[in-house]
């Protein structure tokens, strides 16, 4: 690491831009505006929080910016076991969460556009393409990504990451570190929890060769408690949505979890969410729900559509229509049972072969069902997603199963969560509109 | 060859007359002899090709692969009745999800039993898949109440191993075998389905026989499945010659023989040393270097990705293998295919173009 980069990073992250965007920040909460377009005759207006989120974030690509030279970088998948990457200090980057920021800019097609043109097909993850696109022009809304001198790939959401990583490490010539996490079809075998938990043990010395430092045990375990409180947050939050009115759309839920995802294991993390759970405790206490006038709730099922977030909240909230719920945030919050602080290794080993991507058709239609019961909800929309098959595949018979067995009216809606060539606003308006007169009859 | 290649439905029906067991294998990688051992014969199922895709449609979304489609498509109409089992190794996510909506929501009658497959080709993989065949060897004792001994595995293996050094050797002199295209292909891809004795015979016949090697330009042919198998006929007609492969359901199952005196940990290492697929993780740069050397060696001019729609492993490493092979004078051409359609003419106009280029 070197004096100049070093010296560059405290002046533009600590000494301008943080202060700057703290600022910014105290500037929207002393005075929110409420953006001219908001359809405030029938959603409430945005959350207080959302400044704060905005400063995480903005605060995060401004690190990510200066972060080379200064401290070592790691780029992971999204369901990777970041805790002992934290630990050695290194700066993380989600690429993942960097396509859905370019999504919700709007800046995607111009992206993978680069991609696309290097050769890459239309029928890959339009994420993988977004960040491939990303990586080759150079070509980000957040100013600039940091190169990574570490890459780690987990398969615990899908296979797509290993491939996509492969050519991550090709590009960066940079180790890349894998975590294979088998499948859990029914349930996980011993075998398969040692198994992830030899290759969390092996990817440590890598790690530390990589970050120039060896591995504080303490401080790992510090970090799986910050990552768990937080967690932990996060489920309160998601449970606050079984009040009447909700006082949180998943559509916030969407925008609001990104610090769950990206920075979790760090205390200004679990700051901001005890701050989110205050602030929906005081809107329930009075009550005030994110949709105004809420007739009927509503679960998500798989990723956001990022470009057209705002285009669902105000299409159903006309309606009175609230998407109360999401398996897809509900992911980030239900493994928090799991985390273990006494056993680190055993414990992320286990936490990290489990997410609901990692787990069969029936647990994914299990949890459906059980939202629905516990989130009081009229419906599911399910989002066959293009680029996500792990997610997708099934959705067909457990919307089918859905109707039929339980009585539960479901929507499949064919779109990408990043790709807006593969969605289509016409027949989308067309078929929500079916399904919410069906859910007034 | 002296004698023809029986069929998959004859080689099933005689199993069947037999009184043995049949076990329907998905794509890529499996363990033949773990199977062999509890006297279940592997019967492979890529795809097939040409079946009602409507049956898979009720179930699977339009951009899942078609030889995911065609396999569930196949299931639904009775194709695979005759199986007593259905094995699914663990190669993508669209096999995960056919797997998990199998076991879970459509149930059909055959047991249904996934094998996870590490992406990696570290000690703890091979730690990891042999202890995935222990216990795949436990759930087929509980189904066939059978316990074979360490004895009859290592029996297994080595006969698997016997078939699979021939069919090595099929693909060393295929260049002077003179056998078409279409006629190699029906060959080794009739390891799908044969018994591995049963195999072995008819490779050590061929391989008795001389005949004239065939001109031809000659290409690598690179993909998942060569299907249709009309394409196969055509590089013939527009004097291609397909001098070696990097097919997953061919060239990259030329398992070496294992190492290890232990039958799990020896079937683990034969599967983790096989050539460089997409499907296990290899490294792009592992691929590039097999496929140079690979083309080195039997005179390749040129590469023909034979790709099946929407399959992501495959897609992934495309534009960094082709800028590779072509920094090592290797032209290449990308094909994609429905293996449900008939060969579009399409198809046939780019590989004529692509083998003309080749011949000026």
Same mark, same amino acid.
């Given at each position: 690491?070197?004096? %100049?980069?070093?010296?560059?990073?405290?002046?533009?992250?600590k000494?301008?831009?943080?202060?700057?965007?703290?600022?910014?920040?105290?500037?929207?909460e002393?005075?929110?505006?409420?953006?001219?377009?908001?359809?405030?005759?029938?959603?409430?207006?945005?959350?207080?929080?959302?400044?704060?989120t905005?400063?995480l974030?903005?605060?995060?690509?401004?690190?990510?910016?200066?972060?080379?030279?200064?401290?070592?970088v790691a780029?992971?998948?999204?369901?990777?076991?970041?805790?002992?990457?934290?630990?050695?200090?290194?700066?993380v980057?989600?690429?993942?969460?960097?396509?859905?920021?370019?999504?919700?800019?709007?800046?995607?097609?111009?992206?993978?556009?680069?991609?696309?043109?290097?050769?890459?097909s239309?029928?890959?993850?339009?994420?993988?393409?977004?960040?491939?696109?990303?990586?080759?022009?150079?070509? %980000?809304?957040?100013?600039?990504?940091?190169?990574p001198?570490?890459?780690?790939?987990?398969?615990?959401?899908?296979?797509?990451?290993?491939?996509?990583?492969?050519?991550?490490?090709?590009?960066?010539?940079?180790?890349?570190?894998?975590?294979?996490t088998?499948?859990?079809?029914?349930?996980?075998?011993?075998?398969?929890?040692?198994y992830?938990?030899?290759?969390?043990?092996?990817?440590?010395?890598?790690?530390?060769?990589?970050?120039?430092?060896?591995?504080?045990?303490?401080?790992?375990?510090?970090?799986?408690?910050?990552?768990k409180?937080?967690?932990?947050?996060?489920?309160?939050?998601?449970?606050?949505?079984?009040?009447?009115?909700?006082?949180?759309?998943?559509?916030?839920q969407?925008?609001?979890?990104?610090?769950?995802?990206?920075?979790?294991?760090?205390?200004?993390?679990?700051?901001?969410?005890?701050?989110?759970?205050?602030?929906?405790?005081?809107?329930?206490?009075?009550?005030?729900?994110?949709?105004?006038?809420?007739?009927?709730?509503?679960?998500?099922?798989?990723?956001p559509?990022?470009?057209?977030?705002?285009?669902?909240?105000?299409?159903?909230?006309?309606?009175?229509?609230?998407?109360?719920?999401s398996?897809? %945030?509900n992911?980030?919050?239900?493994?928090?049972?799991?985390?273990?602080?006494?056993?680190?290794?055993?414990?992320?080993?286990?936490?990290?072969?489990?997410?609901?991507?990692n787990?069969?058709?029936?647990y994914?239609?299990? %949890?459906?069902?059980?939202?629905?019961?516990?989130?009081?909800?009229?419906?599911?929309?399910?989002?066959?997603?293009?680029?996500?098959k792990?997610?997708?595949?099934g959705?067909?018979?457990?919307?089918?199963?859905?109707?039929?067995?339980?009585?539960?009216?479901?929507?499949?809606?064919?779109?990408?969560?990043?790709?807006?060539?593969?969605?289509?606003?016409?027949?989308?308006?067309?078929?929500?509109?079916?399904?919410?007169?069906?859910?007034?009859? | 060859?002296?004698?023809?290649?029986?069929?998959?439905?004859?080689?099933?029906?005689d199993?069947?007359?037999?009184?043995?067991?049949?076990?329907?294998?998905?794509?890529?990688?499996?363990?033949?002899?773990?199977?062999?051992?509890?006297?279940?014969y592997?019967?492979?199922?890529?795809?097939?090709?040409k079946?009602?895709?409507?049956?898979?449609?009720?179930?699977?979304?339009?951009?899942?692969?078609?030889?995911?489609?065609?396999?569930l498509?196949?299931?639904?109409?009775?194709?695979?009745?005759?199986?007593d089992?259905?094995?699914?190794?663990?190669?993508?996510?669209?096999?995960?999800?056919?797997?998990?909506?199998?076991?879970?929501?459509?149930?059909?009658?055959? *047991?249904?039993?996934?094998?996870?497959?590490?992406?990696?080709?570290?000690?703890?993989?091979?730690?990891?898949?042999?202890?995935?065949?222990?216990?795949?060897?436990?759930?087929?004792?509980?189904?066939?109440?059978k316990?074979p001994s360490?004895?009859?595995?290592?029996?297994?293996?080595?006969?698997?191993?016997?078939?699979?050094?021939?069919?090595?050797?099929?693909?060393?002199?295929?260049?002077?075998?003179?056998?078409?295209?279409?006629?190699?292909?029906?060959?080794?891809?009739?390891?799908?389905?044969?018994?591995?004795?049963?195999?072995?015979?008819?490779?050590?016949?061929?391989l008795?026989?001389?005949?004239?090697?065939?001109?031809?330009?000659?290409i690598?042919?690179?993909?998942?499945?060569?299907?249709?198998?009309?394409?196969?006929?055509k590089?013939?007609e527009?004097?291609?010659?397909?001098?070696?492969?990097?097919?997953?359901?061919?060239?990259?199952?030329?398992?070496?023989?294992?190492i290890?005196?232990?039958?799990?940990?020896?079937?683990?290492?034969?599967i983790?040393?096989?050539?460089?697929?997409?499907?296990?993780?290899?490294?792009?740069?592992?691929?590039?270097?097999y496929?140079?050397?690979?083309?080195?060696?039997?005179?390749?001019?040129?590469?023909?990705?034979?790709?099946?729609?929407?399959?992501?492993?495959?897609?992934?490493?495309?534009?960094?293998?082709?800028?590779?092979?072509?920094?090592?004078?290797?032209?290449?051409?990308?094909?994609?295919?429905?293996?449900?359609?008939?060969?579009?003419?399409?198809? *046939?106009?780019?590989?004529?173009?692509?083998?003309?280029?080749?011949?000026?």
């Amino acid at each position: 690491m070197g004096i %100049t980069d070093s010296l560059k990073y405290y002046w533009n992250v600590k000494v301008v831009g943080q202060p700057f965007l703290h600022w910014q920040r105290r500037q929207a909460e002393r005075r929110p505006k409420v953006s001219s377009r908001w359809r405030s005759d029938i959603l409430s207006p945005p959350l207080r929080i959302g400044a704060k989120t905005k400063e995480l974030i903005s605060r995060h690509y401004l690190e990510g910016r200066y972060a080379n030279g200064h401290r070592p970088v790691a780029w992971v998948t999204s369901g990777g076991p970041v805790e002992i990457l934290q630990a050695l200090g290194f700066y993380v980057l989600y690429p993942e969460n960097h396509g859905a920021l370019c999504g919700v800019r709007k800046a995607v097609v111009e992206i993978y556009g680069e991609a696309e043109n290097a050769g890459y097909s239309t029928d890959i993850c339009s994420y993988a393409r977004t960040d491939i696109g990303s990586m080759l022009s150079g070509k %980000t809304p957040v100013g600039r990504l940091p190169k990574p001198d570490l890459l780690l790939a987990c398969t615990n959401i899908c296979q797509t990451v290993l491939h996509w990583y492969r050519v991550l490490a090709k590009h960066f010539e940079v180790p890349l570190i894998l975590i294979d996490t088998p499948f859990v079809y029914t349930k996980a075998s011993d075998h398969a929890l040692e198994y992830v938990k030899k290759q969390l043990e092996n990817s440590i010395p890598i790690a530390e060769q990589v970050a120039g430092r060896t591995l504080d045990y303490r401080r790992l375990k510090e970090i799986i408690h910050l990552s768990k409180d937080a967690t932990e947050l996060w489920l309160e939050i998601i449970g606050r949505g079984r009040h009447h009115p909700a006082p949180m759309s998943v559509f916030d839920q969407f925008i609001h979890m990104a610090p769950i995802v990206e920075m979790r294991g760090k205390k200004e993390t679990v700051d901001f969410y005890a701050a989110l759970l205050k602030e929906l405790d005081e809107n329930i206490d009075k009550g005030i729900g994110a949709v105004r006038n809420e007739r009927k709730r509503l679960l998500w099922d798989n990723l956001p559509i990022w470009y057209r977030l705002r285009y669902f909240a105000e299409n159903l909230g006309e309606h009175g229509i609230c998407v109360v719920a999401s398996t897809y %945030t509900n992911a980030w919050a239900e493994l928090a049972p799991l985390m273990n602080l006494e056993k680190p290794l055993d414990s992320m080993a286990n936490t990290y072969m489990h997410p609901i991507l990692n787990q069969g058709t029936k647990y994914k239609l299990d %949890t459906m069902k059980r939202m629905v019961e516990e989130f009081q909800l009229d419906g599911v929309i399910l989002h066959s997603d293009r680029s996500c098959k792990p997610y997708s595949i099934g959705q067909i018979d457990q919307r089918n199963l859905l109707i039929q067995e339980y009585g539960i009216p479901a929507l499949l809606l064919e779109a990408d969560h990043d790709d807006p060539r593969a969605y289509s606003e016409e027949q989308v308006a067309s078929r929500l509109a079916s399904f919410v007169e069906m859910l007034d009859d | 060859m002296s004698n023809p290649i029986p069929s998959r439905k004859e080689v099933i029906e005689d199993i069947k007359n037999r009184g043995e067991l049949v076990a329907a294998v998905l794509p890529i990688h499996y363990s033949r002899a773990l199977l062999r051992c509890f006297s279940i014969y592997p019967v492979e199922v890529w795809g097939p090709p040409k079946v009602d895709v409507s049956l898979g449609g009720a179930h699977l979304q339009p951009y899942v692969c078609s030889i995911v489609h065609n396999a569930l498509s196949f299931l639904k109409m009775g194709g695979l009745n005759a199986a007593d089992f259905i094995l699914i190794p663990h190669t993508c996510d669209s096999l995960q999800g056919l797997t998990s909506v199998l076991i879970d929501l459509i149930k059909p009658e055959q *047991a249904i039993i996934p094998l996870y497959l590490p992406r990696g080709q570290r000690e703890e993989d091979i730690i990891f898949l042999a202890d995935e065949f222990r216990s795949l060897y436990t759930r087929l004792s509980e189904l066939t109440g059978k316990k074979p001994s360490s004895k009859d595995l290592l029996a297994a293996i080595k006969r698997e191993e016997t078939s699979d050094l021939l069919l090595a050797k099929l693909y060393k002199t295929r260049q002077q075998m003179g056998l078409s295209n279409l006629d190699f292909y029906r060959l080794v891809r009739s390891r799908e389905y044969l018994p591995a004795e049963h195999f072995s015979t008819l490779a050590e016949e061929t391989l008795q026989t001389s005949t004239q090697p065939r001109p031809g330009i000659p290409i690598i042919l690179s993909g998942i499945v060569p299907e249709p198998m009309e394409v196969l006929n055509k590089i013939d007609e527009m004097n291609g010659q397909v001098v070696a492969d990097d097919l997953a359901c061919c060239g990259r199952r030329l398992y070496k023989p294992g190492i290890s005196p232990e039958p799990f940990r020896r079937m683990a290492e034969r599967i983790i040393s096989a050539p460089p697929d997409p499907t296990r993780g290899n490294p792009i740069e592992e691929r590039v270097k097999y496929l140079v050397e690979m083309a080195q060696n039997s005179g390749a001019q040129g590469i023909i990705f034979y790709e099946v729609k929407f399959c992501e492993p495959e897609l992934f490493d495309l534009p960094n293998l082709r800028n590779s092979l072509k920094e090592h004078g290797l032209a290449s051409i990308i094909i994609e295919v429905d293996i449900n359609n008939p060969l579009p003419h399409q198809v *046939a106009t780019r590989i004529s173009a692509f083998l003309e280029m080749l011949d000026s």
